[in-house]
């Protein structure tokens, strides 16, 4: 299933995609929870996709709807630096020997087709493509050989970072974590209908309709079992959580001379069968 959280009529809804149409889940399983966290969490994705299979329900045209991020209020974020070796070489750093994690806050979300807003205190704005796995069953002390069962499916993530504000401590969590600047979506494509840990898939961003970045997942220096196996060695993780995988090489701090996003572009984040995440960039405005 290909599951979405938007607006249309001026409410929010959970939809499952059919080609160019989205049938609102409420429409076919009556009795489900309104938001798509929820839903994860009393685990009725198998019920869904039972009725979606015999229903007739039209749907509406998906240019008639608003996106939002998926999962709108994940209960967690949690990103993972420098997972692609030539990544970290571009930066000048070692391929890391154990996980570089930093949390994202939910305020920092954006909707696929919404802007990004580039703030008023920096204008090195970069972008940083990755693919996002989220948590469907409650999870503590996975195994790498059981990981991928607690994965519900996968999105699309850009990982936008205010490089200046990134460096200004040792912690990266501020260059992170400024308004509007984490793109996801636009859909959940559930685990089913992806090769298992998203392996062997080839991920781009392009800018302005340049490719800026590709990479192969296969590349990631701790693939998605070995990353749930190792968080949930220390948190619960939870139905509905968020876990953004990396990003490639090619980002703009790195090149000669460094790429900054400003108004007026717009950043394509992409991988065959997951979908495509499409920004413009914006100025902020006080």
Known sequence: MRL???????????????????????????????SLRQMLDADCLGRLAAELETSDEPGVDIGDIEYRPVIPDPGKIICIGRNYAAHAAEGGADTPT????????????VAHQSPIVRPQASTKLDYEGEF?????RTCRHASEDNALDFVAGYSLFNDASLRDYQRFSTQWTIGKNFDGTGPFGPELVTADELPPGMAGLTLTTKLNGELMQEGNTNDLVFPVRTL??????????????????????GVGYARTPPVWMKAGDTVEVEVVGLGKLVNTVEDEVM
């Not at 001026?10 to 149409?21: I, K, L, S």
């Open 4 to 34: 979405l959280t938007f607006l249309h009529d001026g409410a929010e809804q959970v939809g499952a995609r059919r080609g160019d149409r989205v049938v609102s889940v409420a429409s076919v399983l009556p009795d489900a929870p309104p």
């Open 98 to 109: 154990f996980p570089e994690i930093f949390y994202r806050g939910a305020t920092t979300l």
């Open 132 to 136: 996002a796995l989220v948590i469907g």
């Open 228 to 249: 749930i196996a190792i968080l949930s060695k220390c948190m619960t993780l939870e139905p509905g959580d968020v876990v953004v995988t990396g990003t490639p090489a």
